[in-house]
């Protein structure tokens, strides 16, 4: 079965980049995957941040994020990353990593709580 | 990007009744990718139910079935169970941006 366990500081300044890694087990990072970032707010719910192939062969981003997201793959430490730029307030969140199956997040991160704050 | 908005906010049920949540989509679902997920606390994960409008994922239980098509979506529980009692998102992946409903909350009577 597999996990995944997302990682990453718990507080960052404004405008300042939030950074994640989200590590897979079970090497299953290797196969025909997309995998993702999604994060969770009191305000506005559960919103898709990005995703990304397991091979890099595709990147897609929701346009929200105005630019600020990169999403990166590395098969050979099992793990999937994601950074923000330019971050603030409205960035504080719960992230969660998730594996997509079938178009749908059907393995998820317990998550990871993230303050942006001076 | 597809709004969804789901309806009621709260669902107040006794344990053995019947719930039924809607989701209703601002435009067509593309081939109705739709999915349900059920979340037991804030910040937990949420746990996938349903995919493509009405399969189940593995492990879920079959009182638990999704239907519509379109822009009318609807989640049924055919008899609620204690471990039930959670907020339920619906979520669409027809169209990019992927996009969830608000949550509808389902609440001990």
């Known amino acids: 079965q597999v996990y995944l366990k997302e990682s990453g500081p718990g507080l960052v300044k404004p405008s300042g980049t939030l950074s994640l890694t989200c590590t897979v087990s079970?090497?299953?990072?290797?196969?025909?995957?997309?995998w993702s970032w999604v994060r969770q707010t009191p305000g506005k719910g559960l919103e898709w941040i990005g995703e990304?192939?397991?091979?890099?062969?595709?990147?897609n981003y929701n346009p929200s994020l105005k630019g600020r997201v990169s999403i990166s793959i590395d098969k050979s430490k099992s793990e999937f990353s994601l950074w923000l730029t330019s971050v603030t307030a409205a960035d504080t969140a719960i992230y969660f990593c998730?594996?997509?199956?079938?178009?749908?997040?059907?393995?998820w991160g317990q998550g990871t709580k993230v303050s942006v704050s001076s | 990007e597809i709004v969804l908005t789901q309806s009621p906010g709260t669902l107040s049920l006794s344990p053995g009744e019947r719930a039924t949540l809607s989701c209703r989509a601002s435009q067509s679902v593309g081939s109705n990718y739709l999915a349900w997920y059920q979340q037991k606390k804030p910040g937990q994960a949420p746990r996938l139910l349903i995919?493509?409008?009405?399969s189940r994922a593995p492990g879920i239980p079959d009182r638990f079935s999704g239907s519509g098509s379109g822009t009318h979506f609807t989640l049924t529980i055919s008899r609620l169970e204690p471990e039930d009692f959670a907020v339920y998102y619906c979520q669409q992946y027809g169209t990019s941006p992927w996009t969830f409903g608000q949550g509808t909350k389902v609440e001990i009577k």
């Open positions: 995919y493509g409008t009405s």
């Open positions: 998730a594996r997509v199956n079938r178009g749908a997040f059907d393995v």
């Open positions: 990304i192939f397991y091979d890099s062969g595709g990147i």
């Open positions: 079970d090497g299953s990072i290797s196969s025909e995957n997309w």
